[in-house]
T-cell receptor
Framework: DAKTTQPTSMDCAEGRAANLPCNHS???????VYWYRQIHSQGPQYIIH???NNETNEMASLIITEDRKSSTLILPHATLRDTAVYYC???????????FGTGTSLTVIP | SAVISQKPSRDICQRGTSLTIQCQVD?????MFWYRQQPGQSLTLIAT?????????ESGFVIDKFPISRPNLTFSTLTVSNMSPEDSSIYLC??????????FGSGTRLTVV
C-alpha cells in the first residue's frame, strides 16, 4: 500500500474550515484514500473515503487532486470536539490490511 | 457501523505474566485485526486474525509473544505473553465487514509494572 505524508500538527479556529492535507504520491490506480480520526482515549473513527472523485458526507468533504497524488480533508465548520489526530490511509481494493501513518494532530482553538 | 467491544478496557499487570484481551463484534465480519498503539504513537498492525487458522503476523511480531485466536466470525482474543514494561500500550481490535467497512474498538490500555 502507498505511503502517506501528513503535517504533524495544525491549529484551526472554532467555526472556521479545517483543511488537512495528505500526500500520497505513489498511489496506484486501484487504491482508495481513507480518512479516520482518533479522539483522545478512543479508537479510530471513520470519516470518509474516495477513489478519484471528490466526496462529501455529513462529517466532511474529501478533495482528491486530478493526478491522485494528494488529497485534502475539509471539516467545514470546526468545533472543539473536532480536536483529534487525523489519519490519511491508502488501501487497495484488493488488500485487507490498514496501515496507519503518523497522522495530523488537529487542535481547534476557541 | 459494527460495534466492537473489548475487554478489559484497562489493566495493570506484573512483568513476566500474560494478559488475554477479548474482542467481540456485534455482527459477522469478514476480517479481524489487532493493533498496538504505544504512548504518543500511531497505530501499528500486529496481525490479521484468521477464523479457524493461525493468524498472519506483521514483520516484527511473533506468535509466541502475541498468540491470537479467532474461533468464529465475531470473536477474537489477543494474548500478550511474558510481559515487560515495553509492552505497555493500547491494544486495539478492528473488524472489516462488507456493509460497514473498517471499525475499531476503544482499545485496552495495558500498563506493565
Amino acid at each position: 500500500d502507498a505511503k502517506t505524508t501528513q503535517p504533524t500538527s495544525m491549529d484551526c479556529a472554532e467555526g472556521r474550515a479545517a483543511n488537512l492535507p495528505c500526500n500520497h504520491s505513489t498511489i496506484s490506480g486501484n487504491e482508495y484514500v481513507y480518512w479516520y480520526r482518533q479522539i483522545h482515549s478512543q479508537g479510530p473513527q471513520y470519516i470518509i473515503h474516495g477513489l478519484k472523485n471528490n466526496e462529501t458526507n455529513e462529517m466532511a468533504s474529501l478533495i482528491i487532486t486530478e493526478d491522485r497524488k494528494s488529497s485534502t480533508l475539509i471539516l467545514p465548520h470546526a468545533t472543539l470536539r473536532d480536536t483529534a489526530v487525523y489519519y490519511c490511509i491508502v488501501r487497495s481494493n484488493t488488500g485487507n490490511q490498514f496501515y496507519f501513518g503518523t497522522g495530523t494532530s488537529l487542535t481547534v482553538i476557541p | 457501523s459494527a460495534v466492537i467491544s473489548q475487554k478489559p478496557s484497562r489493566d495493570i499487570c506484573q512483568r513476566g505474566t500474560s494478559l488475554t484481551i477479548q474482542c467481540q463484534v456485534d455482527s459477522q465480519v469478514t476480517m479481524m485485526f489487532w493493533y498496538r498503539q504505544q504512548p504518543g504513537q500511531s497505530l501499528t498492525l500486529i496481525a490479521t486474525a484468521n477464523q479457524g487458522s493461525e493468524a498472519t503476523y506483521e514483520s516484527g511480531f511473533v506468535i509466541d509473544k502475541f498468540p491470537i485466536s479467532r474461533p468464529n466470525l465475531t470473536f477474537s482474543t489477543l494474548t500478550v505473553s511474558n510481559m515487560s514494561p515495553e509492552d505497555s500500550s493500547i491494544y486495539l481490535c478492528s473488524a472489516r465487514s462488507p456493509n460497514y467497512g473498517y471499525t475499531f474498538g476503544s482499545g485496552t490500555r495495558l500498563t506493565v509494572v
